[in-house]
């Protein structure tokens, strides 16, 4: 392997600390999102019991639910590298700065798909809900 290779793979712990706090960060943002996208469908129930509506209230309230259960798994992998890369921090302090990880390509791939589905959900959301309010 190529050093340019490596290092593609390869970051340093506060790069992937960095990515960390990042996400976790835009996962409690989307939550709290979540709640007020709940609230507004609560609005419209209130003004529009229609059979239409209420079965698009459903399937928005489905989708909210799946999206927090996917952010919660989310948030436990992140926290679970978070919590490796500590013990590893701990158990070599003095090489810890210059010592390269593996890259989380995965779960970057997972964050970056939940964030993709996500924008495509709340876009649906705000066309529905311009058409209801």
């Given at each position: 392997m190529t050093t340019a290779t490596k290092a593609q793979t390869h970051k340093h712990i506060?790069?992937?600390?960095?990515?960390?706090?990042?996400w976790l960060n835009?996962?409690?943002?989307y939550k709290d999102?979540?709640?007020?996208?709940?609230r507004r469908l609560e609005e419209i129930v209130s003004r529009n019991t229609a059979a239409e509506v209420l079965a698009q209230?459903?399937?928005f309230q489905n989708q909210y639910i799946r999206e927090r259960e996917v952010i919660d798994e989310l948030r436990h992998d992140i926290k679970g590298h978070e919590?490796?890369?500590?013990?590893e921090s701990k158990e070599h302090p003095v090489a810890?700065?210059?010592?390269l990880f593996k890259d989380h390509v995965a779960l970057r791939d997972r964050m970056?798909?939940?964030?993709?589905?996500?924008?495509?959900l709340k876009d649906e959301f705000h066309h529905w809900l311009a058409?209801?309010?």
């Open positions: 506060g790069d992937l600390h960095f990515d960390h706090q990042v835009r996962l409690r943002f999102e979540i709640g007020i996208f709940e209230v459903e399937h919590n490796f890369l500590e013990k810890i700065e210059h010592r970056e798909t939940f964030e993709k589905l996500y924008r495509e058409k209801w309010m």
